[in-house]
């Protein structure tokens, strides 16, 4: 029954764990998938040259504001130029009189709020025309809603089964061994007394289910993640960060695992011992 209850518990923990696990990732993936959406701010044609860098200072100022980059026309012009290959010649008229305005290029710190940082920088004297991907942030928005919704039930429903399964487990370990129970409580034993080789026997049984699930769960997401980062074709593709790196959170999974185990073990342990006190 010990080993049954510790394959449990290790069990338990993995399912919680690896959920965690996911569950950051895809909020990872959907910050670097965030912070690819920038703001360009087209500024007005007779906007001195020496004013640009107050306009910049201005734009800093504005709440939800991350990142602003000045982005001149001729910069502009040459990036575009570089990818129509063939076609360079057409384009060497336009380098002496540049049709494309000045712009910055500017990071919106939170998408949620888009909208109205949008507004904000329209309203700036310098602006001719605001370029945003409004629709897209609201659609990613939306869905990291969705997704904390999901993941708090995935959460919640897998502690609630895991609870249950622990607390099933360790009340077959006590009923295993009733009669122990009865008899020590028949020469006399206190429930303190009874209940103490239960605690600590289910704290043991915790830490060490804690210590199998950090080791399964690091050799696993390790591998996984060994080979999802050699593709690197599919980040490329879509241009976002890589995983999260296990090295950075391994120490609050260890302590969470040995943590968690241990008190579950030991308070479930104490008190599936209470029925059979009552003699």
């Given amino acids: 029954m010990g ?12 399912l919680v764990g690896v959920s965690s696990l996911f569950v950051m990732n895809v909020e990872i993936l959907l910050d670097s998938i965030e912070n690819k959406n920038e ?13 640009i860098t107050e306009a910049e200072n201005s734009i800093r100022m504005l709440s939800n504001i991350s990142y602003v980059s000045f982005y001149p026309k001729d910069k502009a012009l040459n990036d575009y130029i570089s990818q129509m290959k063939g076609y360079e010649e057409v384009f060497d008229s ?17 998408t949620s709020m888009m909208t109205e940082t949008v507004r904000q920088l329209e309203k700036l004297s310098f602006t001719e025309k605001v370029k945003a991907p ?18 708090l039930a995935l959460l ?3 502690i609630i089964v895991s609870l249950i399964m622990i607390s099933n487990s360790t009340r077959a370990s006590v009923y295993a061994r009733r009669r122990e129970i009865n008899i020590m409580k028949y020469v006399g034993a206190t429930n303190s ?13 915790g830490f060490v289910s804690g210590i199998g699930a950090s080791v399964v769960t690091y050799y696993g997401y390790t591998a996984l993640m060994d080979i999802i980062k050699n593709d690197i074709s599919f ?14 959170i391994q120490y609050v999974m260890i302590a969470t695992y040995l943590c968690i ?16 006190l009552q003699v």
């Fill in 156 to 158: 919640t429903a897998l």
């Fill in 94 to 110: 336009l380098k002496e009189d540049n049709p494309l305005p000045d712009a910055f290029n500017i990071r919106i710190d939170d």
């Fill in 3 to 14: 080993v049954a209850t510790f394959c449990v518990l290790m069990v338990s923990l993995l």
């Fill in 261 to 276: 185990g241990a008190i579950i073990g030991a308070m479930g342990s104490v008190i599936s011992t209470t029925k059979h």
């Fill in 39 to 51: 703001v360009v701010l087209f500024i007005k044609d007779d906007l001195p040259s020496d004013k």
């Fill in 193 to 205: 007394f009874i209940r103490m080789p239960f605690f600590f026997e289910g704290l043991f049984t």
């Fill in 235 to 248: 980040w490329e593709m879509l241009g976002v960060a890589e995983p999260l790196p296990y090295s950075e």
């Fill in 134 to 151: 409004t629709e897209f942030a609201q659609i990613l928005t939306k869905l990291k809603r969705v997704v904390f919704v999901i993941a």
